[in-house]
């Protein structure tokens, strides 16, 4: 079965500081792929999303994110952190030969300290 | 801009009792989605809808059905609840399948 992983539960940082969050998901052919974020108590926002094309997608509120092929991979970038970005990050995937269902990472945890 | 609603936002029911969901896609949008997130967890896909046929299932249990209705709403009915169905349960809907899926704002469900 197709699965997605993220290489950190929890992620500590100062605000200003660069974020990177990594994902990987497991083979099984055309991919597409997003990241969303889930703010305290609130609803799963898309950050941004690839479908195909230029692998260096810019999403919402300065993030973006590059999908490298070889390595199955598509991290999450913030050259800088603010303290509202602390949430829940997730990465998730749907593969086309799997139908249209969301497959998501276990979710990273991030708390920008002010 | 208009968003996926859901009602009701908390739901607490007694084990053994059955509940009722609502999801309202985003105008336009004909394919709606049901995730299931449990504490600490994160969503998994319980089954999906495009032009009111159901599209995908993932891991649903038998006691859950759903459906979608002809103004492309969509309903999860659950029976015979057990503890461990309490969760946040999120509709999200898309354009058209494959596409990227906007969330609503969950329904969370505490079964007691």
């Known amino acids: 079965a197709q699965s997605v992983s993220q290489h950190n539960h929890h992620v500590i940082l100062s605000e200003a500081a660069s974020l990177e969050l990594g994902c990987n998901y497991s083979?099984?052919?055309?991919?597409?792929l997003f990241w969303y974020v889930q703010y305290p108590g609130q609803h799963l926002q898309l950050l941004l999303k690839y479908f195909s094309g230029d692998p260096l997608v810019k999403g919402i509120k300065g993030f973006e994110a590059e999908f490298i092929k070889s390595k199955f991979s598509f991290n999450l970038r913030k050259p800088s952190v603010q303290w509202s970005d602390t949430a829940e990050y997730f990465c998730a995937v749907t593969w086309d030969a799997a139908g249209n269902k969301l497959t998501f990472g276990g979710g990273t945890r991030v708390l920008v300290k002010p | 801009a208009a968003g996926v609603i859901q009602s009701p936002r908390h739901l607490i029911k007694e084990k053994r009792e059955t509940a009722t969901l609502k999801c309202y896609p985003i105008?336009?949008?004909?394919?709606v989605y049901w995730y299931q997130q449990g504490p600490g967890q994160d969503p998994q896909f319980l089954i999906s809808?495009?032009?009111?046929?159901?599209?995908d299932k993932g891991s649903i249990p038998d006691r859950f059905s759903a459906q979608q209705f002809s103004d492309y709403h969509s309903e999860l009915n659950m029976s015979s609840l057990e503890l461990g169905d309490s969760a946040l349960y999120f509709c999200?809907?898309?354009?058209?399948?494959?596409?990227?899926?906007?969330f609503g704002p969950g329904t969370r469900l505490t079964v007691t």
């Open positions: 809808f495009y032009e009111k046929m159901q599209s």
């Open positions: 999200a809907s898309s354009t058209r399948q494959g596409y990227e899926q906007y």
């Open positions: 105008p336009r949008h004909d394919t």
């Open positions: 083979y099984g052919g055309t991919v597409n």
